[in-house]
């Protein structure tokens, strides 16, 4: 999350073997990390919030552990992937079945999570099946290990992972956790909504009223944080996400564009040859998005709704597969 840089952990447990067939396996043993910049980072850590420095050394540099498979995960993510095939993860008959079931299971705090956020019971229930397949998949990684071996040996996106670890530590002071427990997928995302540590700490609700801000055992406060989340990134009540559209001539290939936010709008498609099976107003904010296929591609005009899909997880086809598998969801139920 942007807070909301994260990825779902079900994407990973579900293509783990796909992606890393025929890649050979480190065989490296040897911690790359740099234990003065670990004892560094514990020092500011005292500095800033008031921990124990030697507490975190002996957390970081003797309990938490490098994981070479973490490097391996972050450098082949499921987005990569063409369309077609991410697609086919997530639009199967179980999970859309499984997503009505939890939805009959949960119906009062998906009802409640509306009237106080505007945001409909399947799209709650969509994100929680793509990330952890409706609780039942949340990784198999110590969240202390992932963000401990990111932190310090990808340097990538090391200064993001540090303030993962951070906000981690922080977190688990504030919620009264043990560093050492929490499970959760390789990039140190948790829980059943699969929450990186800064948007637990930002966007985690007590929804069920028990003084605690439970994501990993309280289905109330996974589906509640769900459904804040949404809304403080902009979800428009009853507004649309995404419609399929067509194409003709060639002007519309200007409008190809890598970033995510609605820039264009829905006029200026029509007028480049874009057409969409929907009435939409001429002046809302609109982007054109192109996904591949086995045997072509296809176009979709996507909507501020649609990109507050992608604050959770910054990629389109992550937002589209969320989308269908909700609008799966919604009719298998009715």
Same mark, same amino acid.
């Given at each position: 999350?942007?807070?909301? $840089?994260?990825?779902?952990?079900?994407?990973?447990?579900?293509?783990? *073997? *796909?992606?890393?067939?025929?890649?050979?396996?480190?065989?490296?043993?040897?911690?790359?990390?740099? =234990?003065?910049?670990?004892?560094?980072?514990?020092?500011?850590?005292?500095?800033?919030? @008031?921990?124990?420095?030697?507490?975190?050394?002996?957390?970081? $540099?003797?309990?938490?552990?490098?994981q070479p498979d973490i490097i391996d995960a972050i450098s082949n993510p499921a987005e990569a992937l063409p369309w077609h095939r991410y697609r086919g993860i997530f639009l199967t008959r179980e999970r859309i079945?499984?997503?009505?079931?939890?939805?009959?299971?949960?119906?009062?705090?998906?009802?409640?999570?509306?009237?106080?956020?505007?945001? =409909?019971?399947?799209?709650?229930?969509?994100?929680?099946?793509?990330?952890?397949?409706?609780?039942?998949?949340?990784?198999?990684?110590?969240?202390?290990?992932?963000?401990?071996?990111?932190?310090?040996?990808?340097?990538?996106?090391?200064?993001?992972?540090?303030?993962?670890?951070?906000?981690?530590?922080?977190?688990?002071?504030?919620?009264?956790?043990?560093?050492? *427990?929490?499970?959760?997928?390789?990039? @140190?995302?948790?829980?059943? =909504?699969?929450?990186?540590?800064?948007?637990?700490?930002?966007?985690?609700?007590?929804?069920?009223?028990?003084?605690?801000?439970?994501?990993?055992?309280?289905?109330?406060?996974? $589906?509640?944080?769900?459904?804040?989340y949404f809304a403080d990134h902009g979800w428009q009540p009853g507004a649309p996400v995404a419609v399929r559209a067509q194409t003709r001539g060639d002007a519309w290939r200007a409008y190809r564009r890598d970033?995510?936010?609605?820039?264009?709008? %829905?006029?200026?498609?029509?007028?480049?040859? %874009?057409?969409?099976?929907?009435?939409?107003?001429?002046?809302?904010? *609109?982007?054109?998005?192109?996904?591949?296929?086995?045997?072509?591609?296809?176009?979709?005009?996507?909507?501020?709704?649609?990109?507050?899909?992608?604050?959770?997880?910054?990629?389109?086809?992550?937002?589209?597969?969320?989308?269908?598998?909700?609008?799966?969801?919604?009719?298998?139920?009715?």
């Amino acid at each position: 999350m942007k807070p909301a $840089i994260r990825s779902a952990a079900l994407v990973v447990l579900a293509l783990a *073997a *796909a992606l890393t067939s025929g890649c050979a396996a480190s065989t490296t043993t040897q911690d790359p990390a740099d =234990p003065a910049a670990i004892r560094a980072f514990a020092d500011e850590m005292a500095e800033r919030h @008031g921990m124990n420095a030697q507490q975190l050394r002996t957390l970081l $540099i003797e309990e938490a552990s490098h994981q070479p498979d973490i490097i391996d995960a972050i450098s082949n993510p499921a987005e990569a992937l063409p369309w077609h095939r991410y697609r086919g993860i997530f639009l199967t008959r179980e999970r859309i079945d499984g997503g009505v079931a939890y939805w009959d299971e949960h119906s009062q705090w998906l009802a409640k999570v509306e009237a106080r956020y505007g945001v =409909p019971p399947h799209m709650v229930v969509a994100i929680i099946g793509i990330e952890t397949y409706y609780g039942r998949y949340r990784g198999r990684h110590r969240v202390l290990d992932a963000l401990r071996t990111l932190a310090f040996a990808y340097p990538p996106r090391a200064d993001f992972f540090r303030s993962e670890l951070e906000a981690f530590l922080q977190l688990t002071r504030e919620e009264s956790i043990d560093p050492t *427990a929490p499970l959760g997928s390789y990039a @140190g995302a948790m829980g059943v =909504p699969q929450f990186i540590s800064s948007s637990y700490r930002a966007y985690a609700v007590d929804f069920n009223g028990d003084g605690r801000r439970d994501l990993f055992n309280q289905p109330a406060d996974a $589906i509640g944080s769900v459904g804040r989340y949404f809304a403080d990134h902009g979800w428009q009540p009853g507004a649309p996400v995404a419609v399929r559209a067509q194409t003709r001539g060639d002007a519309w290939r200007a409008y190809r564009r890598d970033d995510l936010k609605p820039r264009d709008r %829905v006029a200026e498609l029509r007028a480049a040859g %874009v057409e969409t099976t929907a009435n939409l107003a001429g002046g809302q904010p *609109a982007r054109l998005l192109e996904l591949g296929l086995e045997d072509g591609v296809e176009h979709w005009v996507t909507l501020e709704n649609f990109y507050v899909i992608t604050r959770y997880n910054h990629s389109p086809l992550y937002a589209m597969a969320v989308w269908q598998l909700a609008e799966a969801i919604r009719e298998a139920r009715q």
